[in-house]
């Protein structure tokens, strides 16, 4: 680990108005999950420095011509994109040691892959129609050309969450700034280094103007409360627990900003019986391990007809027991560690809330033997609860899935949507005609059939019903960080 720097006085910084700074408030620790060590320091902003980091990204709005010069915008996230590559290595060894994210997710959704979709976003500041002709018409009379422009929303607030920093904070980099706004990025306080090496190389290797990105790393919450509130920011992109989103949205409304959430998820992953119950089954016991189940999409609660109920019982607790949690530098390893002490008491609370409301831990349950040091937790599975228990209605954020029985088709469906979450999900079945009407009974953002894979730059993603308002990625997220005005011109 010859990049990392457990030194105060090598502390990461702020990035203010183009300026690499210390933060008011000293520093803070920033830990590795799988060692509970100390890695390093980073710059703890206090809300002064955030209040000149928005006063950074309003003046470069307002009086700059970054909004409206596309093709130099382009050509900024190009030069990011590309000094971050440049950056890989070491990106990937903060990545792995602070987010405790495994190696193998660093090729793809934890770091390489939202670098490359930074490319998505620049062709899209130069090949956006932003204007559009709506053609003459004579309302009331008066013969007017009408054109549609879409702008800038302006000042974006944008707040983070630990779980994949490098996608969050660069799906939400990209597009607002292709939009044309500037931007202040709050991230959460377990993985500031992620984000401050990224700020870091803005400010040393990109063209990008002073103030038009600024990043803030603090170990203090109210920080991202106060970029919600104040009234020079214009738009709040946040990702984060429903709870936290529902504050952000009441935060913004005292200035009635745009608000665009990305919250909790507690998909439903639905094996058809005509499916190869066993094979979807170990999928689903996989999929929930990866990155120790801290993914907002990932399905924790795996729905299978009670008629094949012990062969998915069986098929799914096989490939549970078969995943050993473990170090997420070596190349093997899927599920590395959750974030902080604070994660695995919560994890482990929810078991005992299981066993509480009548459910069997099939295998896991606690704390893997012989891994005394580090944040890790056995792959577990809960069954003989009903969807309306606690650990089947909630998010755990753990590698922990549900197994829950139904009877037909539409009995599946009614209880995938028996959530207040609407995020993703996914469907295993041999039948199209089946597999359609399942899809078009779930109420969900994001669904996968038989395996199929959304992530993508071009693909929207975000959820229904109390998993978010808005889309990120795809033109669909794009749109978020622009406005809409209409040119009525006369004659
Ligand atoms: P969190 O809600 O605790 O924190 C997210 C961010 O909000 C952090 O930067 C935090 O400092 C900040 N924050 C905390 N209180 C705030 C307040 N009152 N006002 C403004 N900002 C505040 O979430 P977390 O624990 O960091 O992340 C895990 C959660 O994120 C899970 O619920 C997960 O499902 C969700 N998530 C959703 C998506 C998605 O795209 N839908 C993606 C990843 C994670």
Not at 57 to 79: N, V
Not at 156 to 182: D, E, R, S, Y
Not at 256 to 278: M, P, Q, R, T, Y
């Amino acid at each position: 680990m010859n990049n990392l720097r457990p030194a105060e006085s090598e502390a990461s910084l702020l990035l203010i108005d183009g300026k690499l700074v210390p933060g008011s408030g000293g520093v803070f620790a920033t830990h590795n999950p799988a060692t509970e060590a100390v890695l390093g320091y980073a710059a703890n902003a206090t809300a002064a420095d955030m209040d000149g980091a928005i006063t950074a990204a309003r003046r470069a709005f307002d009086e700059s011509d970054w909004s409206r010069d596309h093709g130099f915008r382009a050509r900024c996230i190009r030069q990011l994109r590309d000094a971050l590559v440049a950056h890989t290595d070491e990106l990937r060894e903060i990545t792995i040691a602070e987010v405790g994210a495994p190696a193998m997710l660093t090729g793809g959704p934890q770091l390489e892959g939202p670098i490359a979709d930074l490319g998505f976003a620049a062709d899209l500041a130069e090949t956006y129609s932003w204007e559009t002709d709506l053609g003459v018409a004579e309302p009331m009379g008066i013969r007017t050309r009408r054109t549609l422009r879409r702008e800038a929303v302006g000042v974006v607030g944008a707040i983070t969450p630990w779980n994949f920093p490098h996608q969050i904070n660069l799906a939400k980099l990209g597009p607002a700034l292709a939009a044309g706004n500037t931007v202040v990025l709050k991230p959460a306080p377990d993985t500031p280094w992620c984000a401050a090496l990224v700020g870091k190389v803005i400010a040393e290797e990109t063209d990008i103007p002073p103030g038009v990105v600024n990043i803030v790393t603090s170990d203090d919450h109210r920080l991202g409360a106060q970029l919600a509130e104040d009234p020079r920011v214009d738009l709040v992109s946040f990702t984060g627990s429903t709870p936290t989103g529902k504050a952000v949205m009441v935060a913004a409304a005292a200035s009635l900003k745009k608000v665009f959430l990305e919250l909790g998820g507690k998909s439903a992953f639905i094996v058809l019986d005509d499916a190869d119950v066993a094979s979807a089954c170990s999928v689903a016991a996989f999929s929930v391990c990866v990155h120790a189940g801290q993914g907002c999409a990932l399905s924790t609660r795996l729905l299978v007809p009670r008629s094949r109920y012990d062969e998915a019982l069986e098929a799914t607790a096989r490939t549970l027991r078969s995943i050993r949690a473990g170090d997420p530098s070596k190349p093997g390893t899927v599920c590395g560690p959750v974030i902080s002490k604070k994660q695995r008491d919560r994890v482990e609370r929810y078991v005992g809330l299981a066993r509480a409301e009548g459910g069997t831990i099939v295998c896991g349950g606690g704390r893997p033997a012989g891994l005394e040091q580090g944040h890790f937790f056995e792959p577990t599975l809960i069954t003989d609860v009903s969807n309306s228990s606690t650990v089947a209605q909630e998010e755990i954020f753990g590698p922990v899935l549900v197994l829950l029985p139904y009877e037909d088709d539409a009995d599946a469906i009614a209880i995938a949507n028996d959530s207040p979450y609407g995020l993703s999900g996914s469907v295993w079945g041999s039948d199209p005609q089946r597999v359609k009407k399942v899809v078009d009974g779930v109420r969900t953002g994001t669904l996968s059939v038989n395996g199929g894979v959304w992530y993508s730059a071009d693909v929207p993603f975000g959820g229904y019903k109390q998993s978010g308002i808005g889309r990120e990625m795809g033109v669909a997220g794009f749109e978020e960080y622009l406005e809409t005005k209409l040119i009525a011109s006369a004659g």
